[in-house]
């Protein structure tokens, strides 16, 4: 019996005749696991490519909120601002006014 990678459901085969010598599997039956192989090869592709893109972004937006972190601090700084936990709103309109 094979596993199907997709349901995780056992998939048997069809076979003709009582003994083994005369076992037969029907054709249709080897195109459908087949196509299910086939068709969980390009979901893992797809998978292993979706993780790639999130990684990326994942890590670009790491980036970003490290430098506004920056930036806030710097705003901070130029703006004055001393009120711990609020500095970011606060650099916020401080960052729109000097725009």
Same mark, same amino acid.
């Given at each position: ?5 997709? =349901?995780? !459901? %056992? /998939?048997?085969?069809?076979? @003709? ?5 005369? %076992? ?5 039956? @080897? ?8 068709? %969980? +090869? ?6 292993? =490519?979706?993780? +790639?893109?999130? #990684? ?5 937006? #790491? ?9 806030? !601090?710097?705003?901070? +700084?130029? +703006?004055?601002?001393?009120? =711990? ?6 650099? /916020?309109? !401080? =960052?729109?006014?000097?725009?």
């Amino acid at each position: 019996m094979n596993r199907c990678g997709l =349901a995780s !459901a %056992r /998939i048997g085969q069809w076979q @003709i005749g009582d003994d083994d010598e005369s %076992r037969e599997t029907f054709p249709w039956v @080897i195109g459908v696991q087949e196509e299910m192989e086939r068709l %969980r +090869k390009r979901v893992e592709e797809a998978e292993q =490519a979706h993780v +790639k893109r999130l #990684t990326l972004l994942l890590d670009n937006l #790491t980036s970003d909120v490290y430098n506004l972190t920056v930036q806030v !601090a710097d705003l901070e +700084k130029v +703006k004055g601002c001393t009120s =711990a936990g609020h500095g970011f709103y606060f650099s /916020i309109g !401080a =960052a729109r006014s000097i725009l």
